[in-house]
């Protein structure tokens, strides 16, 4: 969920809702509130969901965002896993 402006409109929806995720967390890391945590992340976003699992996309912009993500993982010293909503 967020809101964009035009500046992402060429963009599709699984990259809006995941670079919209990706960005929260690096607020929530600088501000240290994710240091060593274990997050779970819930989605009914299939594609996005998948380029984590297998760490690749064969979108750029998606693997650009899989990236920052684990990137991320490792400079708090944490685990992110993103689950299917029909898995919980």
Same mark, same amino acid.
Request: aromatic letters at 6%; zero cysteines; proline letters at 0%.
């Given at each position: 969920?967020?809101?964009?402006?035009? @500046?992402?409109? @060429?963009? %599709? %929806?699984?990259?809006?809702?995941?670079?919209?995720?990706?960005?929260?967390?690096?607020?929530?890391?600088?501000?240290?509130?994710? @240091?060593?945590?274990?997050?779970?992340?819930?989605?009914?976003?299939?594609?996005?969901?998948?380029?984590?699992?297998?760490?690749? $996309? $064969?979108?750029?912009?998606?693997?650009?965002?899989?990236?920052?993500?684990?990137?991320?993982?490792?400079?708090?010293?944490?685990?992110?896993?993103?689950?299917?909503?029909? @898995?919980?």
């Amino acid at each position: 969920m967020g809101i964009w402006g035009r @500046d992402t409109e @060429d963009n %599709s %929806s699984n990259y809006r809702e995941f670079a919209n995720l990706i960005e929260t967390l690096e607020t929530e890391s600088a501000n240290g509130s994710l @240091d060593e945590a274990m997050l779970v992340v819930a989605t009914n976003n299939s594609t996005v969901e998948s380029a984590v699992y297998k760490g690749n $996309s $064969s979108n750029k912009k998606l693997f650009e965002l899989v990236v920052r993500l684990r990137l991320l993982e490792l400079k708090v010293g944490g685990k992110f896993i993103m689950e299917s909503l029909q @898995d919980i």
